[in-house]
């Protein structure tokens, strides 16, 4: 895989990008989290080994709609995203509030502002 | 319209090879749904990434899990070297090979005998498991480690293998082959083998595809979708079609490694003819800056590694979602309408690595 | 319908005898490239700190000026990286691992201090 498709938008525009791309038959492989800087989400999909990611830049106070109605299976990892790094993810379809790890310290690879 | 009854499926069964919960709400003996509940072996080994440095990190990437190791750390190596723009030798790539067919061989016989113990069958689980064995002393012989190697490093492999090695891997890989055909013909043909898993958690090809399963629960139901066909390591130049099954219980399942075991047999042997001579590692300078996702064909199906890093010796994320993490919706499902008596077999089907899952 | 396929199987192993090995009164032969116990050959040694810089797990301790490499055998992962980067190549990996055991054991080398 030597280029990588990666498509910029903006947190408001994630459920019509889903839409689309569900109803073109592709399939969500994965949602990758990084928590330097501000959130950076990663959703990655797949359809006959053609592999496109979407990037959604914002900070850890933004809220962002959950694509469980359209993807089903995403509530594992929108749980695991949730409870790990503290990004706020609205609507989740199956929420566990916090008690799928149940980790004793709340969002430990949020980046925490005074060390 | 029955009583319901919620009965836990605790962290510690004779079952399971590593924990998980469950709880099945159960209407009169039959089960109408599922609740998952992980976290029993989560060791937060991604955080890791702030106090080792990139070329240490290969050591705790293998780590994660005992049985798929190897291809941990090879998808980490695999990702560095793109983002580092870094060629490996032709020669360490088949070797990395070799060592990635034989993990595939071995992880395959663990779960046909860990299936044969969940339904009684002690005797066979015990011979499968001494084939393993066979396994194992390759690779202790090669790497000098039973499941964690230490072997693959970024920029190529350590350590290399002696043609006195190689003819003893043909050797033992060849003679395999014969005493399996024995064992695995126990599997495919005994009569109580086929009435506890044939007909026994059906999960359609539509279903299938809805639900994002991958690996050996994909291609039991009809979907033809092998990474190895896109060409990483050495695949490119062997010549191999991925196995399918159409009806998609567990006696499907369970054709379906068995072929991967016999396919695996002959990629090895395709490997050793095609081996080329040189260097088995290239130095490496600098630091790496960009980010990268790798996908992997591992023994229970496509892993994917996302590293990303910021041009110091620090890496700014190691993500890897396991092949497990995306199986279990689809086995939410397939526990739903199914007798309390075959579900140790359903869990068992899906192949679960839970501390792959969990990291 | 077949429920007699395993007699071949059985048959066979029936005749061979048992297959796993009288350990521990036989004991076991390690291969050759087996990853065991790190040693050093403290005379060859500079005393540079690159082993203990790249160490995954931080066992090893230099000390320059008592002219001490100490290492942590049970935080040892027998990595072999240490073997690796040492420039003088006086490190070596033995093919057999420290026996477990109920306490922490940490080795010492110390070299003579030669009086020229």
Redesign the interface.
């Known amino acids: 895989m030597d280029e990588q498709k990666i498509k910029e938008i903006s947190p408001d525009e994630i459920l019509i990008e889903t839409v689309d791309l569900h109803s073109a038959g592709y399939r969500l492989v994965a949602i990758s989290c990084t928590g330097k800087d501000g959130v950076e989400l990663s959703y990655s999909f797949d359809k006959d080994y053609d592999f496109i990611h979407l990037r959604v830049n914002m900070d850890y106070d933004t809220e962002i709609e959950s694509i469980t109605p359209i993807y089903g299976y995403a509530f594992l990892y929108e749980n695991e995203i949730k409870e790990l790094f503290g990004v706020k993810i609205k609507n989740i379809i199956a929420d566990f509030h916090d008690k799928l790890y149940r980790i004793s310290e709340e969002a430990p690879f949020k980046e925490k502002e005074e060390e | 319209m029955g009583k319901r009854t919620v009965v836990p499926f605790g962290p510690q069964h004779p079952v399971l090879p590593e924990p998980i919960h469950l709880d099945l709400v159960l209407e009169d003996e039959k089960v109408i749904e599922a609740i998952p509940q992980i976290g029993y072996v989560h060791r937060g080994l991604e955080k890791l990434v702030d106090k080792k440095d990139f070329k240490q990190f290969t050591y705790v990437s293998e780590r994660i899990c005992g049985i798929c190791s190897f291809m941990h750390g090879a998808g980490y190596c695999m990702s560095v070297e793109s983002i580092m723009g870094i060629e490996v030798p032709e020669r360490a790539v088949f070797l990395r090979t070799i060592w990635a067919e034989l993990s595939r061989i071995h992880s395959h016989l663990l779960w046909l005998g860990l299936t044969a113990d969940a339904f009684g069958f002690e005797s066979l689980f015990m011979h499968t498991w001494r084939l393993r064995e066979q396994v194992l002393d390759l690779f202790e012989q090669t790497t000098g480690g039973r499941l964690i190697f230490s072997v693959c490093d970024i920029g190529g492999v350590r350590k290399d293998i002696t043609p006195e090695m190689l003819d003893k891997i043909v050797s033992v890989v060849t003679n395999m082959d014969k005493e399996l055909r024995d064992v695995t013909s126990v599997f495919l043909n005994d009569s109580t083998v086929k009435h506890r898993t044939v007909g026994i958690g059906l999960l359609s090809k539509e279903k299938a595809l809805e639900l994002g399963a991958v690996g050996p629960m994909a291609k039991a139901s009809g979907i033809r979708r092998d990474m190895r066909t896109q060409g990483y390591c050495a695949y490119k130049y062997l010549e191999f079609e991925p196995i399918t099954a159409e009806e998609g219980d567990s006696y499907a399942r369970m054709q379906v490694r068995i072929g991967e075991i016999f396919q695996a047999i002959d990629l090895i042997k395709q490997c050793i003819e095609k081996l080329p001579e040189g260097d088995i590692i290239t130095k490496i300078k600098g630091n790496p800056k960009g980010e990268h996702f790798t996908r992997v064909e591992q023994p229970r199906g496509e892993a994917l590694y996302y590293v990303k890093a910021n041009g110091t010796k620090f890496l700014d994320r190691f993500r890897v979602r396991t092949p497990t993490f995306a199986n279990v919706p689809a086995l939410l499902e397939i526990l739903k309408d199914c007798d309390l008596a075959d579900v140790p077999i359903l869990i068992l089907t899906i192949d679960p690595c839970i501390s792959c899952t969990e990291r | ?3 007699l ?2 007699t ?3 048959f066979k ?1 029936i005749v061979h005898g048992p ?1 796993t090995e009288n350990y521990p009164a036989k004991p076991r032969e ?6 065991g116990s790190i040693e050093n050959d403290i005379e060859d040694c500079i005393f540079c700190g690159m082993c203990t810089r ?1 160490c ?1 797990t931080g066992a090893l301790e230099i000390d320059k000026e008592e002219k001490r490499w100490s290492i942590e055998r049970m935080q040892c ?5 240490c073997v ?1 980067v040492c420039p003088k190549k006086c490190l070596h990996m033995r093919n057999q691992y420290t026996a477990p055991d109920t306490e922490k054991v940490k080795d010492d080398y110390v070299a003579r201090i030669s009086d020229h």
């Open positions: 319908m077949s429920i396929s395993m071949k199987t059985l192993s297959y390690n291969y050759e490239r087996t990853r790249q995954p992962i027998q990595c072999g990286y690796n």
